[in-house]
T-cell receptor
């Protein structure tokens, strides 16, 4: 079965520090990968996505993610975190072979301390 | 401005009552989705529709029903059979039906049981 694991429920970083949010997936097919961000009580906004090609993808708000097939990972990174980055982040995986359904991870809550 | 509108923002349900959550989009998107969000569990797919007058069950469809009579609208009814309805519900749409296209999300409805 397809699954997505975000091992960290909460992460706290200092403003200006670097950030890495982990995402591991289990999929029996070539995956498409997404990172979404959710502010409290809001819908989700797409940060970035990977379909094919260059395994390092750039997204909005200075985020990037690297697809590592050998590790089944798609970790999200940002070199310098801003207080406005505090939110919940979701990794999601889909595959053409499994129709139109995305599978979401449980989310990682990011707290930023000043 | 184009977007997805969910209403109401907050909804309360009495025991044995059916309630309907509204989702309207003016993006001319073909596919629409309903997700349920519970703390620590990420998003789980309830129902989805790829075309008018057609919809499919997601992973947790029991206790829910939907209709897709118009392209713009995809209401979700939480029936009395859903014994644990308290959650945050998110509606989403996608321009096509291919998994690698991003989802656009509404701002959500928080449903609580009285």
């Amino acid at each position: 079965a397809q699954s997505v694991t975000q091992p960290d429920i909460h992460i706290t970083v200092s403003e200006g520090a670097s950030l890495e949010l982990r995402c591991n997936y289990s999929y029996g097919a070539t995956p498409y990968l997404f990172w979404y961000v959710q502010s409290p009580g809001q819908g989700l906004q797409l940060l970035l996505k990977y379909f094919s090609g260059d395994t390092l993808v750039q997204g909005i708000k200075g985020f990037e993610a690297e697809f590592k097939r050998s590790q089944s990972s798609f970790n999200l990174r940002k070199p310098s975190v801003h207080w406005s980055d505090a939110a919940e982040y979701f990794c999601a995986v889909g595959a053409w072979e499994y129709g139109n359904k995305l599978v979401f991870g449980a989310g990682t809550i990011l707290r930023v301390k000043s | 401005d184009g977007g997805i509108t969910q209403s109401p923002k907050y909804l309360f349900r009495k025991e044995g009552q059916n309630v309907t959550l509204s989702c309207e989009q003016n993006l001319n998107h073909d596919a629409m989705y309903w997700y349920r969000q519970d703390p620590g569990q990420g998003l789980r797919l309830i129902y989805y529709s790829q075309i008018v007058n057609d919809f499919q069950k997601g992973d947790i469809a029991e206790g829910y029903s939907v209709s897709r009579e118009k392209k713009e609208s995809f209401p979700l009814t939480v029936t009395s059979a859903q014994k644990n309805p308290t959650a945050f519900y998110l509606c989403a749409s996608r321009i096509g039906t291919v998994t690698n296209e991003k989802l656009f999300f509404g701002s959500g409805t928080q449903l609580s049981v009285l």
